[in-house]
């Protein structure tokens, strides 16, 4: 089962608790460990989690409303 976008955005959330400043290392190294496995389908959600938290310290988009 695919996790959703909330749950990657909650998971960096808890990611970057654990690692601070080294959350990005660290998932990439999960990718790396992922695919070492032969797991592409977990490579590819610590790829999602990755972009997730680079999105995490971005002020949000203004809406043109």
Do not use: C
């Not at 032969?38 to 490579?43: R, V």
Request: glycine content about 8%; charged content about 30%.
């Amino acid at each position: 089962m695919a996790l959703s976008d909330l749950d990657v955005q909650r998971q960096a959330h808890s990611w970057i608790q654990r690692h601070g400043d080294d959350a990005v290392a660290k998932a990439r190294e999960m990718v790396e460990e992922m695919r070492r496995k032969g797991d592409h389908d977990g490579a590819d959600l610590w790829l999602r989690v990755i972009v997730a938290l680079g999105t995490l310290g971005e002020p949000p988009t203004k809406s043109h409303h």
